[in-house]
């Protein structure tokens, strides 16, 4: 698996490791939901009725909220709020995707089911060569006074899931994109993230459908995301966590998310650090952290894997009320480890 002599170390042979140790704090998993006030002004907004400054009021006070019950995560994020999807800043900042001609949010591409929810996201149509001169997306998020995440789409789940009109393979799209996500590294880090987090929700969506096969270009792809001084994760939330480490073992990524709801009695092996989803995304009832490190235990009992490891959402905190999604963070932020 591509693994490095000595670099594993089984969490259950830390000998007299106090509770905690290896635990390096909580992080987001996706872009969180609005609160209803803020939902209201947007689209008083697309409506004509506000004005952009309203809404851009609007989400600052949501954002600050967020962050400000984020007391002790590894890296903080302050929702991305204002994206509504993954793909529309991207489309809209990256070169290589065409622009629609309609108005507004239309322009991106055309509004598409988000997998087996209730939402949706626009899917862009990429018309030209992906590439970027490095600032576009560190345009698109906020500063950051504190170690920051960005959240942005694998390359396996971005290359699927837009609409492809110039590249004859599948994985001349994913490398492409995968660069460009490695050329916006240096000028995030002058704006205060110091991690990517990349989504990779189609992997579980296949996986149930019996329907996932992993390209021979998967873990390449990973591997040029990955930038120089910026910490770099991938993230499978509803997928098979002892099936999907493997996936990213032989990349360069720092860690590998799993989803600890959703999971088998597999084996869980990789020298990599962790990213425990142990807090339902999907769920309105809310946490403890309690109810949170026994999730924990229940992983790392199990697994083989670097021995650190960080705890977050097993998805978005964007299918629950903004006032659920605040009780899930404080939840996290009281964990300790496990």
């Not at 390449?220 to 930038?227: D, R």
């Amino acid at each position: 698996m591509g693994r490095k002599s000595g670099a594993k170390v089984s969490s259950k042979a830390r000998d007299g490791a106090a509770a905690g140790t290896g635990f390096l704090g909580a992080m987001l998993t996706g872009i969180a939901s609005r609160s209803a006030a803020t939902a209201k002004v947007h689209r008083l907004y697309r409506d004509g009725n506000a004005s952009e400054s309203d809404f851009e009021a609007a989400i600052r006070r949501d954002s600050e909220e967020l962050l400000s019950n984020q007391s002790g995560f590894a890296y903080a994020s302050s929702g991305q709020l204002d994206w509504l999807d993954l793909f529309r800043p991207i489309a809209r900042s990256l070169r290589g995707f065409a622009a629609r001609p309609s108005s507004g949010e239309d322009a991106v591409g055309p509004v598409t089911r988000w997998f087996r929810t209730n939402t949706f996201y626009r899917k862009p149509l990429v018309s030209g060569r992906i590439g970027c001169s490095g600032g576009e997306l560190a345009d698109v998020v906020p500063m950051s006074d504190r170690p920051a995440v960005i959240f942005l789409p694998a390359p396996y789940s971005f290359s699927r899931m837009v609409e492809n009109s110039f590249y004859g393979t599948t994985e001349e799209l994913a490398m492409d994109y995968s660069m460009a996500v490695a050329k916006s590294a240096p000028l995030l880090l002058g704006k205060g993230y110091r991690c990517i987090l990349l989504l990779d929700h189609l992997v579980g969506y296949e996986q149930s459908r019996k329907g996932f096969s992993a390209p021979d270009w998967y873990s390449k792809a990973l591997s040029n995301a990955k930038s120089a001084g910026m910490r770099t994760g991938v993230h499978y939330p509803y997928a098979d966590a002892g099936r999907v480490v493997g996936l990213a073992d032989p990349s360069s990524l720092d860690f590998i998310g799993i989803d600890a709801i959703f999971d088998s009695d597999a084996k869980i092996d990789t020298s990599k650090d962790l990213l425990i989803g142990a807090v339902d995304g999907a769920r309105v009832g809310v946490e403890t952290a309690k109810s949170i490190e026994a999730s924990i235990r229940r992983v790392t009992c199990k697994a083989d894997f670097s021995g650190n490891y960080y705890v977050g959402p097993r998805d978005r905190l964007y299918d629950v009320p903004f006032e659920t999604a605040l009780q899930k963070v404080m939840a996290l932020s009281k964990v300790r480890g496990a």
